[in-house]
Structure formats: structure tokens, C-alpha cells
């Protein structure tokens, strides 16, 4: 659909608001419940709306998003506040018929609580994966050195290792730690199964470091691993693209900069072109003019080798999403301690 036809939509949209406002302004509670089916019921014009959503390119999409919720917004607190009325009428004892059923009929008027915006982006994330074809799958939180170090080809005076990053524990006298990354995901799925193997791991990992603006000793990742026998870097390179427009709802500039990671070999960390200056160099890309959104890489042999796969025949490529970092670059968030403040203020803007 075209730009013009879209702003006819939303235009559209903006008229059925008005009217129906008008309308409930005036409504009584029986005429209340019909108007708020036709907005909202399993037919009504709004819901009817929000399911034709998929069918438009990216940006319309985005455009017409941001107009549905206005408008959804706009009926709720129309509603709410014809609610409010009639409950002020009954204190006021006026005619008791206007006595309703709050929590059967009108639940959604209430103050209704949101998703976290780091539980949003897991969610949309793994949404975008499994239509590309991969399985969602859990890993272990407290780990091995093996795991989280060893088997992922991290040799032992790697500072990563060192007690400053992580968080090391002790299990009946077992030296375990808690996963400073969901990297470990991927050994754990190759020594449970044979190619072809096509997983996300989310899940949250820790790191022994003082938070600050862009630092929290715990965090979420998404860990992404494909393995078979004939897969090569432009695979890689297209599910990261089509993954990086559909989830930031736009055709952005991307780069894959060559980058050093233990587990894979050749590396690359993606850069999207910074949205704020277009890529000419400002305060919050720190003048680069691109911002870092992942880490991947063909798999290194050595991993292959610590699962016993044939690293003659199998072949695959990995990488690590940072769940807060994506987000804010999505949503223009400069502090991730944001997240975990639990200031309303912030959370219900998501
Ligand atoms: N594990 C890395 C980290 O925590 C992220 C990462 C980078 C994962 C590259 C990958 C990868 O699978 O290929 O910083």
C-alpha cells in the first residue's frame, strides 16, 4: 500500500475516533457495552484493524501502529471516563440501572500493566527467529568452566576468566560460576544432538562489573547457532539483515565489521548507522557514526572439535544479541540502569 493510501487509513481512523467518542460522551451504560464491542469486540473496528496490520510494507506499518494505539488509547480513557461518571451518579444515588459489572464488562479501563521492555524485545526477537526457522531453547544459568570457557575454545588466561568478570561459586565443593554469556547454549545443544541444528538461547548472564550508563552485572543475551554441512557467511549475513530491518521496523544502513571473538573464526561485529546523526559523527554514537548491536562468526573448528562434531564435514555460524543494548538503541535509551529502576514513569511508555 502506498504512502497516500495509508494516510487515507489513518485519516480514516481519526474520523471513527472522533464519532465514536462523540458517541460514548452521550452513551448510556447498556449503549456503552455495544460501543465498546463494536471498538474492541472479536469483530470491532478496531480489532479489525490491528489484524490487517501484517499485511502492509514495514513503514506503514509503523505509522499505522502508532495510530491504532493512539486511537485505542483515546476510546479506553473516553470510556474510563464515562465509567467514572456513572460511578459518581451511583454514589450520588441517582437511578441505580446505570449499576454496572466493572470487572465483567469493562476490565480493560482499569490500570492495566505493560511488559517489561526487555521481556518486548525477547518477545519480538523470538518471533523474528522462529519465523526464520529456528527453535527457541533454554540453557543453564549456573555453569561450568567448561561450558561457559573451555569448550567454546576461551583458553585459560583469557581475562575473561578472570575473578573481576566472574561470578564463581562453589557446589559441594564444585567449582561452578554463573554464565557471563548464553554462548554456553551452544555447547550444551551440539553434545545433546547431530546437525543440523537452528537454536536461539535467551536468557540472562552475569558479570562481575560496577554498574554504570551502559554497564549491569546482570543482563540478557540471545545467543543465535546454526550448524550444517554447506552453511557459509553470506547465510549468516542474511538472517542478521533481515533480522536487524524487521526488528527495528526499518531498512537501516548496516556494516559487518571484522571483529576477534575465541568461538568464531572469521568474526564480525554488526554496526547499524547511528539514527540520531545519519551517520555524520555526534555525542551518542561517540562520532563514529555507527553503533555496535551484536557480535558473530562462523563457528571455530575447535568448538566443532570440543562437541565431537566432524569439523570436516559440519559447518555453522553464531552470534550474541545484547537484549538491553538493542533496546535502546531502538528506543533511544541512554542509561540501562533505566531498566531496572522500576520508575513508571519510564516502564509505561513501552
Ligand atoms: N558471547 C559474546 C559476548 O558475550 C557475544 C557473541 C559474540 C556471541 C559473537 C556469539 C558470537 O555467538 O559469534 O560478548
Given at each position: 500500500?502506498?504512502?497516500?493510501?495509508?494516510?487515507?487509513?489513518?485519516?480514516?481512523?481519526?474520523?471513527?475516533?472522533?464519532?465514536?467518542?462523540?458517541?460514548?460522551?452521550?452513551?448510556?451504560?447498556?449503549?456503552?457495552?455495544?460501543?465498546?464491542?463494536?471498538?474492541?469486540?472479536?469483530?470491532?473496528?478496531?480489532?479489525?484493524?490491528?489484524?490487517?496490520?501484517?499485511?502492509?510494507?514495514?513503514?506503514?506499518?509503523?505509522?499505522?501502529?502508532?495510530?491504532?494505539?493512539?486511537?485505542?488509547?483515546?476510546?479506553?480513557?473516553?470510556?474510563?471516563?464515562?465509567?467514572?461518571?456513572?460511578?459518581?451518579?451511583?454514589?450520588?444515588?441517582?437511578?441505580?440501572?446505570?449499576?454496572?459489572?466493572?470487572?465483567?464488562?469493562?476490565?480493560?479501563?482499569?490500570?492495566?500493566?505493560?511488559?517489561?521492555?526487555?521481556?518486548?524485545?525477547?518477545?519480538?526477537?523470538?518471533?523474528?527467529?522462529?519465523?526464520?526457522?529456528?527453535?527457541?531453547?533454554?540453557?543453564?544459568?549456573?555453569?561450568?568452566?567448561?561450558?561457559?570457557?573451555?569448550?567454546?575454545?576461551?583458553?585459560?588466561?583469557?581475562?575473561?576468566?578472570?575473578?573481576?568478570?566472574?561470578?564463581?561459586?562453589?557446589?559441594?565443593?564444585?567449582?561452578?560460576?554463573?554464565?557471563?554469556?548464553t554462548s554456553p547454549g551452544q555447547i550444551h545443544i551440539m553434545e545433546k544432538q547431530l546437525p543440523p541444528i537452528?537454536?536461539?538461547?535467551?536468557?540472562?548472564?552475569?558479570?562481575?562489573?560496577?554498574?554504570?550508563?551502559?554497564?549491569?552485572?546482570?543482563?540478557?543475551?540471545?545467543?543465535?547457532?546454526?550448524?550444517?554441512?554447506?552453511?557459509?557467511?553470506?547465510?549468516?549475513?542474511?538472517?542478521?539483515?533481515?533480522?536487524?530491518?524487521?526488528?527495528?521496523?526499518?531498512?537501516?544502513?548496516?556494516?559487518?565489521?571484522?571483529?576477534?571473538?575465541?568461538?568464531?573464526?572469521?568474526?564480525?561485529?554488526?554496526?547499524?548507522?547511528?539514527?540520531?546523526?545519519?551517520?555524520?559523527?555526534?555525542?551518542?554514537?561517540?562520532?563514529?557514526?555507527?553503533?555496535?548491536?551484536?557480535?558473530?562468526?562462523?563457528?571455530?573448528?575447535?568448538?566443532?572439535?570440543?562437541?565431537?562434531?566432524?569439523?570436516?564435514?559440519?559447518?555453522?555460524?553464531?552470534?550474541?544479541?545484547?537484549?538491553?543494548?538493542?533496546?535502546?538503541?531502538?528506543?533511544?535509551?541512554?542509561?540501562?540502569?533505566?531498566?531496572?529502576?522500576?520508575?513508571?514513569?519510564?516502564?509505561?511508555?513501552?
Amino acid at each position: 500500500m502506498d504512502i497516500v493510501n495509508i494516510n487515507e487509513l489513518i485519516g480514516n481512523i481519526e474520523l471513527f475516533v472522533n464519532k465514536i467518542c462523540g458517541k460514548i460522551k452521550k452513551s448510556d451504560i447498556k449503549e456503552l457495552r455495544i460501543l465498546k464491542t463494536k471498538c474492541f469486540g472479536k469483530n470491532g473496528i478496531i480489532t479489525n484493524f490491528s489484524k490487517s496490520l501484517p499485511q502492509y510494507n514495514v513503514s506503514d506499518r509503523k505509522k499505522f501502529g502508532l495510530q491504532l494505539n493512539k486511537a485505542k488509547k483515546i476510546l479506553e480513557d473516553a470510556i474510563v471516563k464515562r465509567i467514572e461518571k456513572s460511578k459518581s451518579v451511583y454514589r450520588d444515588s441517582e437511578p441505580h440501572h446505570e449499576k454496572l459489572s466493572y470487572s465483567k464488562d469493562f476490565c480493560f479501563p482499569f490500570p492495566k500493566g505493560s511488559l517489561h521492555p526487555i521481556i518486548q524485545t525477547i518477545q519480538d526477537i523470538i518471533a523474528i527467529f522462529k519465523s526464520l526457522g529456528f527453535a527457541v531453547v533454554d540453557g543453564p544459568e549456573l555453569e561450568t568452566d567448561w561450558y561457559n570457557f573451555e569448550a567454546l575454545n576461551i583458553p585459560e588466561d583469557h581475562p575473561s576468566r578472570d575473578v573481576q568478570d566472574t561470578f564463581y561459586l562453589n557446589e559441594n565443593g564444585i567449582k561452578k560460576l554463573l554464565r557471563t554469556h548464553t554462548s554456553p547454549g551452544q555447547i550444551h545443544i551440539m553434545e545433546k544432538q547431530l546437525p543440523p541444528i537452528k537454536i536461539i538461547v535467551p536468557g540472562r548472564v552475569y558479570r562481575n562489573e560496577t554498574s554504570d550508563a551502559s554497564h549491569s552485572s546482570i543482563f540478557y543475551q540471545i545467543e543465535g547457532l546454526e550448524i550444517s554441512e554447506n552453511i557459509t557467511f553470506m547465510d549468516l549475513k542474511a538472517v542478521l539483515v533481515e533480522f536487524i530491518n524487521r526488528f527495528f521496523m526499518s531498512e537501516l544502513n548496516l556494516r559487518f565489521r571484522p571483529s576477534y571473538f575465541q568461538f568464531t573464526e572469521p568474526s564480525a561485529e554488526v554496526d547499524i548507522q547511528c539514527n540520531f546523526c545519519k551517520g555524520k559523527g555526534c555525542k551518542i554514537c561517540k562520532n563514529l557514526g555507527w553503533m555496535e548491536v551484536l557480535g558473530c562468526g562462523m563457528v571455530h573448528p575447535n568448538v566443532l572439535k570440543s562437541v565431537n562434531y566432524d569439523f570436516q564435514k559440519y559447518i555453522g555460524y553464531a552470534f550474541g544479541i545484547g537484549v538491553e543494548r538493542i533496546t535502546m538503541l531502538k528506543h533511544n535509551i541512554n542509561d540501562i540502569r533505566l531498566f531496572y529502576e522500576n520508575d513508571l514513569r519510564f516502564l509505561k511508555q513501552f
